[in-house]
């Protein structure tokens, strides 16, 4: 088998809110626009994978936790309802979905020969997270290709955020030399907001954008802070006071998403492309890709 890569890495975001304003035929609510600088910012990044041409996408995603190990899915396609227990009546979205199984397992073996306990989803009606379907939707709506779906284990709530960052280091690693060994272009998605306070009434019309704002300063100049080091390569600065943002920001980051985005693409030290940041009920999303064979500012 030829060398495969991991062709880019996104950070994701997957507030429900998003693909709502959307309107895609999968989604049983309707809405009249919305978190239109977020949306524009995945248009953009869209267009910058589907360039890629790719050959699967890799997601890892808070809403998949596993506390002990992590699973893995062994089934060629999965069918069913997503629907957000938050946001309900923003998202009740129909998805089918095509995994890539052999990429699956392979990731799986490399992790399990970590020490890591593994487990493998045989159950046909296993309900896919929606943090994955969302931020897959809002990267490929048409679901041409292929994906691979990783579950985020609990460490950095059981234990802490270092060990939280071991183990996703663990995984990052098993991710890229799976991927190499495979032969394929991947796209690697961190699911994941960035800080995650957010307000706990929502307007009458859910995209009043008249209501949307930061839920405070503090979390702003953090996620600031965050995408000023992503966007000057500084990612291993920013691993090291990853710990310090989850918890000033009572960020999203802590589950180990964009941990193990990180660590998969070897701790990026070029810069990153933000296309877009922007508001959800309070919360920090950010639209950030590093794509090594095209520089920010190159296109
Ligand atoms: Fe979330």
């Not at 309900?88 to 095509?98: A, E, G, N, Q, S």
């Not at 709506?141 to 802490?160: E, H, M, R």
């Not at 009458?204 to 995408?227: A, C, T």
Request: hydrophobic fraction near 40%.
């Amino acid at each position: 088998m030829g060398k495969g890569s991991i062709v880019a890495g996104v950070l994701a975001p997957h507030p429900p809110h998003l693909v709502y304003a959307d309107n895609p035929p999968q989604n049983e609510p309707r809405s009249e626009c919305g978190w239109e600088v977020l949306r524009w910012a995945y248009e953009r990044c869209r267009a910058s994978i589907r360039a890629l041409n790719p050959d699967v996408l890799l997601v890892h995603s808070p809403h998949w936790p596993s506390f002990i190990g992590h699973h893995f899915l062994g089934l060629p396609r999965f069918q069913g309802l997503s629907v957000d227990p938050v946001f309900p009546h923003l998202f009740r979205y129909r998805y089918d979905v095509k995994v890539d199984v052999e990429l699956s397992l392979q990731i799986r073996d490399r992790v399990a020969a970590q020490g890591q306990l593994t487990s493998v989803v045989e159950n046909p009606d296993f309900r896919l997270d929606y943090g994955s379907i969302i931020c897959l939707h809002l990267i490929n709506p048409s679901w041409d290709i292929p994906v691979v779906l990783i579950s985020a284990n609990q460490s950095a709530f059981y234990y802490s955020n270092e060990v939280g960052a071991d183990v996703a280091k663990i995984v990052g690693n098993a991710t890229r030399e799976a991927v190499e060994a495979s032969g394929k272009r991947a796209v690697l998605l961190a699911s994941s907001s960035l800080s995650h306070r957010h307000f706990v009434h929502e307007p009458e019309i859910p995209e009043d954008m008249s209501f949307e704002r930061i839920h405070h300063h503090g979390q702003y100049l953090w996620d600031m802070k965050v995408l000023d080091m992503m966007r000057k390569g500084q990612c291993r600065e920013l691993l090291d006071i990853m710990p310090e943002f989850n918890e000033m920001a009572t960020a999203e980051t802590k589950v180990g998403s964009l941990n193990w985005l990180l660590e998969a693409l070897g701790v990026p030290d070029y810069p990153a492309e933000v296309h877009g940041y922007g508001t959800v009920i309070g919360t920090g999303n950010a639209v950030v890709e590093w794509t090594a064979s095209k520089p920010r500012g190159a296109q």
